[in-house]
């Protein structure tokens, strides 16, 4: 069975102009420049900042869209290391870091009307 399947795309541009990336923009990138419009970066690539130890009753939350997240751990403050690349996974209970100790948890994202796939979205379509 066919099912339809909402993209989000631009308007394309007018005949015998170039079109800009709002025009011709469809997916994720429609989705991060719209994003970026809104003042928002959706894929959140600023660094973590990490002002106390995560603790397994109280662990730095990684948020993911993703099952998986590769996090790069420095440290805690007033301790610093050469980056230990974790892999945090929504499977687990916890990942911590092997070097300071640092516990880390996976959490979903809130819903964006922006980001394809999302529930707001109507959820992923697999074919």
């Known amino acids: 069975g066919n099912h339809d399947v909402k993209v989000k795309q631009g308007p394309g541009a007018a005949p015998g102009a170039t079109p800009t990336d709002l025009n011709q923009s469809t ?63 929504q499977s687990h209970e916890f990942d911590r870091c092997d070097q300071c100790g640092n516990v880390y948890k996976w959490s979903a994202y809130e819903p964006d009307e922006n980001f394809p796939g999302s529930p707001a979205q109507g959820g992923l379509h697999h074919h």
């Open 27 to 89: 997916g994720l990138e429609r989705a991060e420049i719209l994003g970026k419009m809104d003042g928002k970066d959706i894929f959140d690539l600023a660094p973590l900042e990490v002002h106390v130890r995560g603790t397994k009753t109280n662990p730095t939350i990684i948020r993911s869209r993703d099952p998986i997240r590769y996090v790069g751990c420095s440290g805690v403050p007033g301790e610093h290391h050469e980056v230990q690349w974790l892999l945090i996974d």
